[in-house]
Nanobody, 124 residues
Framework: HVQLVESGGASVQAGGSLRLSCVASGDTIGRYCMGWFRQIPDKEREGVAGIESDGRTTYKDSVKGLFTIFKDRAKNTLYLQMDSLKPEDTAMYYC???????????????????WGQGTQVTVS
């Protein structure tokens, strides 16, 4: 099955932008529903954005219009473009994938079977 490796996390000032990448290997991401999640210590992991196999996207309310999730099928990579970052966006960010073409709740972590190791985003 697919394996996922995230990168692109960094320390940035509030108002700045980052683009996170999630490179997939072992399978093509076009078949998968995929999502970005984030977690801070002692808090539950929360869904930030999801994209279904047909390209339909879902976002957490607080990031709508600020974050964009998209796939580059040629590079077999999932991205999360994050603009106008705020200190409350500070977290470890994870990408996730599931082979089902449709998922009932794109922002629920229990829907996903495969996870990357995470990349840290710090906004100050």
């Amino acid at each position: 099955h697919v394996q996922l490796v995230e990168s692109g996390g960094a320390s940035v000032q509030a108002g700045g932008s980052l683009r996170l990448s999630c490179v997939a290997s072992g399978d093509t991401i076009g078949r998968y529903c995929m999502g970005w999640f984030r977690q801070i210590p002692d808090k539950e992991r929360e869904g930030v954005a999801g994209i279904e196999s047909d390209g339909r996207t879902t976002y957490k309310d607080s990031v709508k219009g600020l974050f964009t999730i998209f796939k580059d099928r040629a590079k077999n990579t999932l991205y999360l473009q994050m603009d106008s970052l705020k200190p409350e966006d500070t977290a470890m960010y994870y990408c996730a994938a599931d082979l089902r073409p449709l998922i009932a709740n794109m922002l629920a972590d229990y829907e996903y079977k495969v996870w990357g190791q995470g990349t840290q985003v710090t906004v100050s």
